[in-house]
């Protein structure tokens, strides 16, 4: 056993964790490393069982074995091969979780491609901009092609129909290349900021050795529990925290797909004897409202949650529900998780309202905007020390005597709604497309289910009325089913600061005081 799973107590991680430590739980080293083998193959060769579990939405139970993906994944790589995808092509996978969407990541990922996992909820306008960013020589849908060859000449777009799964399975199988820890496996697009577009996030094959911080003090993940975490693998808690990580420690991980539905939810959970589940804390408030929790027969040790803060009353129900309270986790795609709960590790308090306390190997503090340290209590923006100097993380909060972190609002105009992160710059621009919109803005309000919504104040073009209806239905069609304003005002013009721009301060305060 790797010395670091030794660390059974708060008290020894926090003496004995190095950063050295998490090579141990890997077979690859700083020279070779490939994160799909690591994932899959390792596992596969010393007989482990069952990998991943999908719960749908129509009742269905899938499972997938370590051998199975093993062998699928190897032969995708080789069809891959045959289409002329090399290391370092971009392989777009634009699948809900199942079958084809675990062969294509690691199988991307064995070939020495780069897997780029897309919502499959996105519109045309939405995907185009990730798709016009990556530049992938492939794409996979489990749809109709015709449409997506039409809006996008000269990419190669593949469903993942009977035709498809017979040519993967007469590929020769591939085994994973000689990657190094450096080399880029995974691109993950955030919804971007505000001011900016949907960027990539670049991970290298490394990544599967530096998120098992989160794995293990965030999740809490350990060999032989049995996990779930329901968010979609396209977004960055449901890629490395629901797939990639569990499944480099051989931990059986299940995941759901479909429309979200608290009794098959909750029967997944059931069915599988799960025992660590993590979610959004906008998941938690469906299934508390949805009063199903008493009909199933679940037993969980570890819960976790991030995305965005839980509420007092969610977080009550989730410990009169499962017995254990919700443990936060909390960082940035480009960083990674700097704030943990450490669930089921014996000595650690967790404190209610808290994000945690600074993840093994990380030194968070709260800073000023000089970048200078702040006392406990004093409000300021989160930080963590890198490369000398502390990198702000877009968040503003507050830290106690005792080392706990508290939230205390975004730092920028990102809107975090039900655990996804939109950019309202995103959807001003999509708004702006309509012809009966002249001027639009887009800030976060906050709102009792979701933590946040987008609201967006929508000057018309004179003699046009646009209805609410009809503009959240065309950035739907553009966008995504979830990336879309939830409320609309119109207004004769937007507040502008003395240098022109619009002043969205000033309308999250309107939008503040119409609320209250």
Not at 36 to 46: K, P, T
Not at 49 to 63: I, K, M, N, Q, W
Not at 186 to 196: A, D, H, I, L, P
Not at 201 to 215: D, Q, Y
Request: contains cysteine; aromatic residues 8%.
């Amino acid at each position: 056993m790797a010395r670091l799973l030794e660390l059974e107590t708060y008290a020894a991680v926090r003496a004995g964790f190095t950063w050295a430590l998490l090579w141990e739980l890997v077979d690859g080293d700083r020279e070779r490393l490939n994160l799909a083998h690591e994932c899959i193959d390792r596992h596969a060769a010393r007989g482990a069982g069952t990998a991943v579990s999908v719960v749908f939405d129509d009742g269905r139970l899938e499972h997938y074995g370590f051998a199975e993906l093993a062998e699928w994944t190897g032969r995708f790589a080789g069809w891959l091969a045959g289409r002329g995808v090399g290391a370092g092509d971009r392989v777009a996978i634009a699948l809900d979780p199942g079958r084809a969407f675990y062969v294509a990541l690691f199988g991307a990922v064995k070939r020495g491609a780069i897997a780029v996992p897309l919502f499959t909820l996105f519109g045309p306008e939405g995907l185009a901009l990730r798709l016009d960013d990556c530049r992938p020589r492939l794409l996979l849908t489990a749809g109709p092609p015709d449409t997506l060859r039409a809006r996008f000449p000269g990419l190669d777009v593949v469903a993942t129909d009977d035709a498809f799964w017979s040519e993967v399975k007469a590929a020769p199988p591939a085994p994973a290349a000689a990657t190094r820890p450096a080399d880029l496996a995974v691109f993950q697009y955030t919804s971007g900021t505000t001011r900016e577009l949907p960027a990539a996030v670049r991970h290298s094959h490394r990544a599967v050795v530096t998120l098992m911080i989160a794995a293990l003090y965030g999740i809490g993940l350990r060999p032989g529990d049995r996990y779930l975490c329901p968010s979609s693998p396209a977004w960055g808690h449901g890629l490395w925290h629901g797939t990639i990580a569990p499944l480099a420690l051989g931990v059986h991980t299940a995941s759901y797909a479909g429309r979200f539905d608290a009794g098959r939810l909750l029967g997944g959970l059931e069915a599988l004897r799960i025992n660590t589940f993590a979610a959004a804390p906008t998941v938690f408030r469906l299934l508390a409202r949805s009063g199903r929790r008493p009909d199933f027969d679940i037993h969980l040790e570890k819960v976790s949650y991030t995305g965005e803060p839980m509420d007092a009353e969610t977080a009550r129900w989730v410990t009169e529900a499962f017995g254990v309270p919700a443990a936060s986790m909390y960082g940035s795609t480009e960083v990674g998780v700097i704030l943990v709960s450490f669930p089921g590790l014996p000595g650690y308090r967790p404190m209610p309202g808290a994000l945690g306390s600074a993840a093994p190997g990380w030194k968070v503090s709260i800073v000023d905007d000089a970048g200078q340290e702040l006392p406990p209590g004093e409000v300021g923006e989160i930080a963590v020390r890198r490369q000398g100097r502390w990198f702000p993380v877009k968040d503003r909060g507050r830290r106690d005597a005792d080392g706990y972190f508290f939230h205390g609002g975004r730092s920028d105009d990102v809107i975090i709604s039900a655990g996804w992160t939109m950019s309202a710059l995103e959807i001003e621009q999509t708004l702006l497309a309509h012809p009966g919109v002249a001027e639009a803005a887009v800030v976060g309000v906050p709102d009792a289910l979701r933590g946040q919504v987008p609201k967006a104040f929508i000057v018309p073009r004179p003699g046009q009325a646009p209805s609410v209806e009809d503009l959240q239905a065309f950035v739907k069609a553009r966008l995504s089913q979830h990336e879309y304003p939830r409320r609309i005002a119109f207004v004769e013009a937007l507040p502008r600061t003395p240098a022109g721009k619009t002043d969205r301060k000033t309308l999250r305060d309107r939008a503040r005081d119409e609320s209250g």
